[in-house]
């Protein structure tokens, strides 16, 4: 079936590079994407990648993926605590539809 | 202004009773979806709209309806709202690439 999985928590300091991971199941995904939600938030999307692609790289956003094993990353450079937030990674199962599967998303602590 | 605007942003209400929460849209989109927030779940598809003519299930469909009313407007229905409907709602509309637009949410209480 569909399933998308991230780790529930992630801390760093300020100024470190964080990376969230994400696995997920179905190959046929066509586009995977990174979502943020700050608190009383709705989701903002901070980027995605085709899945024939490797990486895409966007300022201090770097987006790894890897088809063989199903895994997607995200690397923050520098982080700051303004990226503090919950990180949602979902994948888009069927173009036509617009039906994306999302993870649990990731909790990530920025400490000063 | 926002592009996809929900109301009412915060509602308490009781088990058994009927409640609407809406969901508007500037963005000139033809494609709308609800989806719940549970901590620990991440986001779950309830219902998607094509158009006005087109209403389709997503995962968690059941206790809920949904009424596409005009191409800009999409509710979401709880015909008799129960405890484990408490969550967070979202609404979000969707380009043609593929980027979905999110409301800044419902959060629903159901005592």
């Known amino acids: 079936g569909e399933d998308v999985e991230q780790s529930l928590f992630l801390s760093v300091r300020e100024g470190d590079s964080s990376v969230i991971n994400c696995t997920y199941t179905?190959?046929?995904?066509?586009?995977l994407y990174w979502y943020k939600q700050e608190p009383g938030a709705g989701l903002q999307l901070l980027t995605y990648?085709?899945?024939?692609?490797d990486m895409k790289q966007d300022q201090r956003l770097t987006v790894l993926l890897n088809k063989k094993d199903k895994h997607l990353s995200l690397r923050i450079a520098d982080t700051q605590t303004g990226d503090s937030a919950i990180y949602f990674c979902?994948?888009?199962?069927?173009?036509?539809?617009?039906?994306?599967?999302f993870g649990q998303g990731t909790t990530l602590q920025v400490k000063p | 202004d926002a592009d996809v605007t929900q109301t009412p942003r915060n509602r308490i209400t009781k088990t058994g009773k009927r409640i609407m929460l809406e969901c508007s849209q500037t963005k000139g989109h033809d494609r709308m979806y609800w989806y719940r927030q549970d901590p620990g779940l991440g986001l779950r598809l309830i219902y998607y709209s094509f158009d006005v003519k087109d209403i389709n299930k997503g995962e968690i469909s059941d206790g809920y309806s949904v009424s596409r009313q005009a191409q800009a407007k999409f509710s979401l229905s709880l015909e008799s709202a129960i405890p484990n409907q408490t969550a967070l709602y979202f609404c979000?509309?969707?380009?043609?690439?593929?980027?979905?637009?999110f409301g800044e949410g419902s959060r629903l209480t159901v005592l």
């Open positions: 979902a994948e888009s199962i069927k173009v036509n539809t617009g039906k994306l599967i």
């Open positions: 990648i085709f899945s024939n692609m």
């Open positions: 979000a509309t969707k380009t043609d690439t593929g980027e979905l637009f």
């Open positions: 179905d190959s046929s995904s066509t586009y």
